[in-house]
């Protein structure tokens, strides 16, 4: 047993939204969690609202669903998305494809609208698919990636940007919450500073909606994506949003032109003409069946409201750390995090030489964190669905797996 | 009522698949649905069994899922499809993104395998999505469109695309079955004549899959594309496939370039690296719920076989035309589909100038046709889930308001 200050008993009993956590299904199973920014749980009225969805909206309206319901919903569920969890007015967030191409058609636009510019500037150790995607583009549009090199451990700072963007910059595309070390960008600095040099600025949302307040709108950003299967609980391979600032919406021109970013869908007429607000990023026909658990999710989320849930997920990740620092500290285990709460996102990150063979155990024995390189236990700790006694469990384990290996 | 020999009752009594009508949601109702072939109607299982996912796959196996059962869904659901619906061999068809987004990627892939190459072939009457995203592709590779102007009640001809196709063109996309017509396009006969010049070939599946015979690995077909809501009942929204020549896989080259697109998604590396096989084609996350639906349709087209689809297709859209020529010809209506059902596919419009108006009357009465311009009335019978007696009553339905108006 973990003795106080760190017992999780009080902890839990003294949590607001403690209670909330038997809303999603699995909370009764003794298996510990770690993995809900990955792949958040479902809630346990998601399953009931698909099985009537299929029957009564599917089969009862059949194709009037798309007049009477579907239709908008790409961009009701992106304003709720962005009221509750972005800072961003309504218009100005669209439910789309998957974050990949989205992020790809975002890239497309932003470099459109920065003509002449040639360089696109990201950092190395954004998520494999942002670099990925910045990398194809630059090609094929002719231009140079400039690459911020970060400490895998922090993310990108003001000076490091300040140092690489300027008037060569088209675009700066940046994680907001490093997917291995948790760093939580300072938004609002880093896209001003982009905006000093000209350049728009892309920001992948996917490790920070949900779990960190954001304020999109205030932050002046002008184009956002992510995905909406972790700290949103959309579900395995929901589709994905897209922001963009209401300065840059009617200058935005993406190559993937389908019937559903057309000003008139249904008038199928000879030529493409985007539509005059966010639609015109849309491509195909939108997801719908994708787009219902994440309703769920986002109805209890502008429940809780967002400060709240940061408060959780603070609370969660200080309370990993300090177990950390009791139990795995002495078996040479390092925090691969910022120790300021203020830049640190929803998850947290450790390192040590074993972890590799270390995760493999633990997921044996139903505790579930993720491995990532170099030699890191990533303890995604989802605010609503993670109670502290689970936190005790998974650390406690990662100690006795550390002393038997 | 219809009297002998278009009386329904003994055409729907006679009829081998008529039992398996009631395995759809709705198939209870005097509803009249002739727009299967825009969005297919739920079969009975599907709502408890994405239910069942939620419960059991999602909130069971959470992260687990995707090594123990998630990540090989677009190539095991694509391998299913291919196998059941498109004549292809394993590995060469794949669940991906929209329809629109595996065209554009379709479409890249295919000029980048023919450099030097200066034209896309098209036809007038193509679906508006893909005129839309061949003229985008062309523009930003600097090709040219070049247009096969057909007429609305047929398709394109063998003479047509042979005065067209030549050493300058890079590939030509065409509709198996015209959206409007449903001119059942000669895919062998094309695709040769297309390989003749030594261009691609990239055909849009989406009214021909699961209504339809289709033989792309006979025919030596290149690529093709497809959506899954109409014939194969995947849902509003749900996700499209791509299909990849054994012949080509291996050069396929396309520019969203995400980690599930990568050699080794899970390495994380520096570099993209495409895999091997026609995962290549793929970019984010897979939509796993959206591929739920489709596996259900999957099993009962598996079960009853497509030529005996294909068949009651046949039976129905003759009987329609029959009944047409019967109640809606002697009031001004005309055919326009092929008459031979050996040229058309599983729909069939007719014109009248009063046909907008007739069919928003129709949907008044829950007899839902679509209006296609110009003039034109499309009745979609989805085989497997349309029965005599609605056609019958469904026409009757448009002779009634055709008198009235």
Not at 30 to 39: E, I, K, M, R, T
Not at 258 to 274: K, N, Q
Request: hydrophobic share 45%; glycine share 10%; aromatic share 6%.
């Amino acid at each position: 047993m973990i003795a106080a200050p760190l017992d999780p008993v009080p902890l839990d009993a003294a949590d607001p939204l403690g209670a909330h956590r038997d809303r999603f299904v699995g909370a009764e199973t003794p298996l510990v969690y770690f993995d809900g920014n990955s792949l958040g749980r479902p809630l346990r009225v998601t399953g009931p609202r698909l099985a009537a969805f299929v029957e009564q909206e599917w089969g009862g309206l059949l194709i009037r669903g798309w007049d009477e319901a579907w239709m908008a919903l790409p961009q009701q569920v992106g304003d709720d998305l962005g009221r509750i969890c972005l800072g961003a007015g309504p218009g100005r967030t669209i439910i789309g494809d998957s974050t990949t191409v989205l992020l790809y058609k975002a890239l497309r636009a932003a470099v459109a609208a920065r003509p002449g510019r040639t360089e696109i500037v990201v950092d190395s150790d954004n998520f494999p698919t942002d670099r990925y995607v910045a990398r194809a583009v630059a090609q094929e549009c002719g231009l140079t990636l400039r690459w911020i090199e970060v400490d895998t451990a922090a993310g990108v700072t003001e000076q490091q940007l300040a140092d690489v963007v300027g008037p060569r910059t088209a675009v700066v595309l940046l994680s907001h919450v490093a997917y291995r070390s948790a760093w939580l960008a300072d938004a609002a600095a880093l896209t001003a500073l982009t905006h000093e040099a000209g350049a728009l600025v892309v920001w992948d949302l996917s490790h920070a909606a949900g779990a960190v307040e954001l304020a999109l709108d205030a932050t002046g950003v002008d184009l956002a994506v992510g995905c909406t299967y972790k700290y949103l609980n959309g579900g395995p391979g929901a589709p994905a949003y897209l922001y963009a600032g209401a300065h840059l919406i009617e200058q935005l021109d993406q190559p993937i032109q389908g019937w559903i970013g057309h000003a008139e869908p249904f008038l199928m007429g000879p030529d493409w003409t985007p539509a005059p607000d966010l639609r015109r990023m849309l491509s195909g026909t939108p997801p719908i069946l994708g787009m219902l658990a994440m309703q769920d999710m986002l109805a209890l989320l502008d429940e809780v409201g967002l400060p709240a849930v940061r408060a959780k997920s603070i609370a969660l990740t200080e309370y990993a750390i300090a177990l950390a620092e009791d139990l795995l500290a002495p078996l040479g285990v390092a925090l691969a995090s910022p120790r300021d709460p203020a830049r640190r996102g929803g998850h947290v990150t450790f390192t040590h030489p074993a972890m590799r063979e270390v995760v493999a155990a633990l997921w044996r024995r139903d505790v579930l964190p993720d491995y990532r390189d170099p030699h890191g236990l990533r303890l995604g700790l989802s605010p609503l669905s993670t109670s502290f006694a689970e936190v005790a469990a998974g650390v406690a384990a990662v100690a006795e797996e550390l002393q038997r290996g």
